[in-house]
């Protein structure tokens, strides 16, 4: 069992910057592939970015350029990095942990966090 715990959500006005963490409780953390997803109020989770447990990463074309994520595996813990934050951003968002390669489907992750509110004012 993994449990995954995320932090770092807030209020940020339009082209402000947030930093999501994701710490998760397994002494095997570097063999998951992580992603983070969110869900906006009357829509579907979709997926954000992820990272295998190898370093790829795969970003959505929405936020490609303005989002990054990264793993470290000493401190069992993922990051968004999120820049030039928009309205359209706002959700919550969700990390996800899955054993074997990356994937943007929800359905294949099998670990999930609480989520994190994020809301970017215009």
């Known amino acids: 069992q993994v449990q995954l715990v995320e932090s770092g959500g807030g209020l940020v006005q339009a082209g402000g910057s947030l930093r999501l963490s994701c710490a998760a409780s397994?002494?095997?953390?570097?063999?998951?592939?992580m992603g983070w997803f969110r869900q906006a109020p009357g829509k579907e989770r979709e997926s954000v970015a992820r990272?295998?447990?190898?370093?790829?990463?795969h970003y959505a074309d929405s936020v490609k350029g303005r989002f990054t994520i990264s793993r470290d595996n000493a401190k069992n813990t993922v990051f968004l990095q999120m820049n030039s934050l928009k309205p359209e951003d706002t959700a919550v968002y969700y990390c996800?942990?899955?054993?074997?390669?990356?994937?943007?489907?929800?359905?294949?992750?099998?670990?999930w966090g609480q989520g994190t509110q994020v809301t970017v004012s215009s």
């Open positions: 397994t002494r095997t953390f570097g063999i998951y592939s």
């Open positions: 990272i295998s447990w190898s370093g790829l990463t």
């Open positions: 996800a942990a899955r054993s074997g390669g990356g994937s943007s489907s929800p359905s294949e992750y099998n670990y």
